[in-house]
């Protein structure tokens, strides 16, 4: 069993910066693949990016793109999401995934355990 447990959400104002950290236990946790999904009320969770086992590759939705970060250090099993010039449309739920696979994905169905989620708002 895997345990993820987010931290770092908060309230922000347009165009700032918050970064979110996910520590992982109980698994190797360098043998995984690990991403970034958000949930806002009334939608479906949505991918926001992924990293590899290794952190040799990231994926990113178009709409993070060039302002969201993905990173993970292997030594102290944690992934963290830097996010940049925040929009209100960021405002969610962000959920930390862990996939069974050394490879990103970027469908909640490709990820097999999931943290409590922590809440990040944009005010205007």
């Known amino acids: 069993q895997v345990q993820l447990v987010e931290s770092g959400g908060g309230l922000v104002q347009v165009g700032g910066s918050l970064r979110l950290s996910c520590a992982a236990s109980g698994r190797t946790f360098s043998n995984y693949a690990m991403g970034w999904f958000r949930q806002a009320p009334g939608k479906e969770r949505d991918f926001v990016a992924a990293?590899?086992?290794?952190?040799?590759?990231?994926y990113y939705a178009d709409s993070v793109k060039g302002r969201f970060t993905i990173s993970r250090d292997n030594a102290k099993n944690t992934v963290d999401l830097q996010m940049n010039s925040l929009k209100p449309e960021d405002t969610a739920v962000y959920y930390c995934?862990?996939?069974?696979?050394?490879?990103?994905?970027?469908?909640?169905?490709?990820?097999?355990?999931w943290g409590q989620g922590t809440q990040v708002t944009v005010s205007s």
């Open positions: 990293i590899s086992s290794s952190g040799g590759t990231t």
């Open positions: 995934g862990l996939r069974f696979s050394t490879t990103p994905g970027t469908t909640p169905a490709q990820f097999g355990s």
